[in-house]
Each structure stands twice: as structure tokens, then as C-alpha cells.
């Protein structure tokens, strides 16, 4: 399927559309990018989650018909409260401000809308997508976890989902393949594994590291972040098409 093509690709993170563009394409299925401002370690700035939603935002765009939307930059980052430079909003108020996004796309005519979600801590946005029905607007939270493990298959990522939590492999790779300008130095020695974070909701990420990072970045590289990226707009396919039929 193709979408506007060269245009999203070459506009950089933010959409850059004019109205008479998105009437004349006229999508029937907006993409909302939802990332996070808050500590990735000392090598990879607060923005990264931001950053790599609106990386795939902007792939997908690329490829499919979709309007895509700036991202909701500061979400649900509690568990990372302990280090600078974190900032935060209540669940209550993520919600509220997916809902107020959902109601405006309704009146400007599009009934769809796509939650890509890049931090794990906006566990709301299930519930705001299991809400939707009957609501006036057709939701999908992206990329579940199928979507990711196809990904990290196809790029040949190493840690497993679970130990890969925060700053690791994954995140690493992305942003070393589409914007090594934000990959600070010591990410190869900067590894930290902590399988066992039964208490991370009631005592948040400190307890379990010290440097910020779980998972191992030093595995990291621009190719698989390539083929992640590849992965993720392969299956966004079945998505579009869900909200479509």
C-alpha cells in the first residue's frame, strides 16, 4: 500500500501535512504516536521514547494511508521518578487526552485512530482502546507483543523482551539506525540485566538498577534497529486493515 510517500519520509519526526494535502488523501485511519520524557541512562537522551514512536510513526506513514498525527510527548513515566529530568502525567490525564484527540478526529471526519505506544508504562491506553467500543471511534493500541517479537526475530535482536526492558538492545538499534546523532558514548559497556522485578510497580526502576539501563545495549546496532523498523511497518498491515473493513 503506499501513502504519501517521499513527503512523510523526508519531513523529519514531526508531520508537516497541510490541510488541503490530508483532504485531497482524505484517510480514513489516523496514527497518533504516545513516547515519554524520562531517563535512558547516560547515553540515550530523556526523549527516546518520543523519538522512536515518531520514527515508526513516520515509516508507517511512508507506507500507508494514514494521517499521522504529532505524538503525545510526556506520559506514564512513575517508575523512573527517582532520576532527573523525568516528567510525568497522571493515567487519568493520558486518558483524558486520547479521548479529547479521538472526539476532535470524529468531527473532522475520520473515525479510526491507531495508539502507537513506545513506553511500557502506559499500561492506560489498553483500557483506553478496550473503552472505545461503542464510543464513535475504532481503536487499536500498536505494536503489541506479537508485532515486537516478529521484529526482533527478523532483526536478529538477542535479548528476550523481558530482559530488554529499558535502554537495552532494541531502543539502542533504532536509534543508532535512524538518528546515531542521539546515541551518546558507553552504551557498549552499559549493560544490566534484572529478570527478577516482581516489585517494579509498587517500587519503581531504582532498586533494580543503578545506571538507569536494563537489558543490554552493547549488542546494539544500525542494522537491527533497520530491520525492527522494517518489521513493525510489515505488521502494521493487518491493523490498517482491521479499522478499514
Known amino acids: 500500500m503506499s501513502g504519501s510517500g517521499t513527503h512523510e519520509r523526508a519531513s523529519g519526526l514531526l508531520p508537516r501535512s497541510t490541510t488541503e494535502e490530508v483532504r485531497g488523501r482524505r484517510p480514513a485511519v489516523a496514527i497518533l504516536p504516545v513516547g515519554s520524557f524520562e531517563q535512558h541512562g547516560a547515553f540515550l537522551p530523556l526523549a527516546t521514547d518520543t523519538v522512536i514512536a515518531c520514527t515508526i510513526a513516520r515509516e508507517i506513514a511512508a507506507a500507508y494511508p494514514v494521517l499521522h498525527l504529532p505524538p503525545v510527548t510526556v506520559s506514564c513515566s512513575h517508575e523512573h521518578a527517582d532520576w532527573p529530568g523525568t516528567v ?3 493515567a487519568a490525564t ?3 487526552v486520547v479521548g479529547d484527540i479521538a472526539a476532535s478526529l470524529r468531527r473532522s471526519g475520520i473515525g479510526s485512530l491507531i495508539l502507537l505506544n513506545a513506553h511500557g508504562g502506559n499500561y492506560v491506553l489498553r483500557n483506553v482502546v478496550q473503552e ?3 464510543s464513535g471511534t475504532r481503536m487499536a493500541l500498536f505494536p503489541g507483543p506479537a508485532d515486537w517479537d516478529a521484529a526482533r526475530n527478523r532483526a536478529g535482536v538477542q535479548t ?3 530482559s530488554d526492558m529499558h535502554a537495552g538492545e532494541l531502543e539502542t538499534s533504532i536509534l543508532l539506525h535512524a538518528h546515531p ?3 551518546g558514548t558507553g552504551y557498549e559497556t552499559a549493560d544490566c540485566l ?3 522485578r516482581r516489585h517494579l510497580l509498587s517500587l519503581g526502576m531504582a532498586p533494580y ?3 538507569g539501563v536494563i537489558g543490554r545495549p552493547s549488542l546494539a546496532s544500525a542494522e ?3 530491520e525492527l523498523l522494517a518489521g513493525l511497518v510489515d505488521s502494521f498491515d493487518e491493523y490498517l486493515t482491521l479499522l478499514t473493513a
Do not use: F, N, Q, R
Open 209 to 211: 538498577t543503578e545506571s
Open 132 to 134: 472505545s467500543a461503542g
Open 94 to 96: 493520558l486518558h483524558a
Open 181 to 183: 546523532e542521539l546515541v
Open 194 to 196: 534484572a529478570d527478577d
Open 160 to 162: 528476550s523482551s523481558h
Open 224 to 226: 537491527k534497529g533497520k
Open 88 to 90: 510525568s502525567i497522571s
